[in-house]
């Protein structure tokens, strides 16, 4: 007998993603626009569970890609998972054999501390390129496939990398010369913050290394005009037991309130450290955006926790049944270019959201308009997940917000710029009927609702982030 789910949007989570298409969607609702001509991208992980086996954590489910191309108002979707050596191994033995994030495995010392029993989950995130897509994850190299068919191709070492070299999911493109920015954290009982920047075309052509205090988890990073900004939160790894295989990754991880907010800022032009700074305590995954405000002052708008709890809730998210509280609020910052202190911060909204957006165009520059997916008002921030997509406005300080209906769930809303008009794209988990959906808003007036309803053919598992890729 089939439990029924203790929360609606359960099987948006735990139902594992099934490999389907090229095939054309069916439209629920409205007409595809036409100016979208090109592909929405998404990753995530596909499967929390393996035979009688669950992951440790939300972040260690194999990474599956969701494709929708749009050709002449026609949207073709597809579904693979990305075939990394780890998840062809585990699918031949039926069970899982590595370590991850949130997962102990066998292995020796000497695999233990250099992460050679640890799997590619290549789940967390997709950067497209003219010739290839990258799937992303942040404990090692990208994955390269096929835009088209996402035919895995294997591991895209970018020129620079090896297999097991950090290269997080969270690049910035500046969008004048399409450069590509990133960095990654490696392991060691200090840590080194890996810079690496790219030509459009993905081969690194510039890479540096900053020594860390001991080995943090940092999971992004902003672009602000001529500078690369770092907030180091207070998390730190405690390495013996890890490497004794006590404990996995995301355990060994300890809140380390006393050591406060490590502020970085670094000249992107010669990767060297300009301003180091230190703020109160907190911890966040996503920044929303970066610029120069004036001569004398870096804006940053970020999701802000008040500690890590958070790591405990995603962990709990991956068993359908959270119930740890983490309150996340979209802030804003403002540090002296001079000393790279904090002159001013302040929330932005005390509803609870994440993953905010903001159009590729004005990534490390001045912007307006700042998405992200948001709780309902009055919502259970335990129990109930994102239903609403919020906008935030600077010029008027205001925010706008889509409710998507009771019983409908969203993540993060992709942005999808076109010549004529842009849209903001987002998978939805319809608890109703069932099924994932595909909305799409026009950008300017999203609060209208869809202006079109896709049907996919199975459940594709809410994730983490996607993109648009124009044709
Ligand atoms: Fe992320």
Redesign the pocket.
Known sequence: MVRAPTYPWQPGILTPATEFGPEPLSVLEGRIPAPLQGTFYRNGPGRLTRGHQRVGHWFDGDGAILAVHFREGVATGLLRYVQTAGYQAEEQAGRYLFANYGMTAPGSLWERIFGKNVKNCAN??ILPLADRLLALWEGGAPHQLDRQSLQTWGLDLLGSLTPTTPYS??PKRDPVTGEIYNFGVSLGWNGTLHLYRSAADGRIQKRSGVSLQGFPLI??FVLAGPYLVFFIPPVRLNMLPLVLNQKSYSEALEWRPDLGTQILIIDRENFQVVRRAEAPAWFQ??FANGCVADERCIRVQFVRYSDFATNEYLREISTGNPITKAPSHLWEVELDVATGQLRQERPLTNRNCEFPVVPDAVAGRPWRYTYCSMKRSGADIVTEIDSVIGCYDQQTETWQEFDCGVGYYCMEPVYAPTEVEDYLINLIFNSHEQQSELWIFPAAHFTDGPCCRLKLPYIVPFG??GKWARA
């Open positions: 967390t995130s999911a969270h999971h992004d995954w996503h983490f982030h």
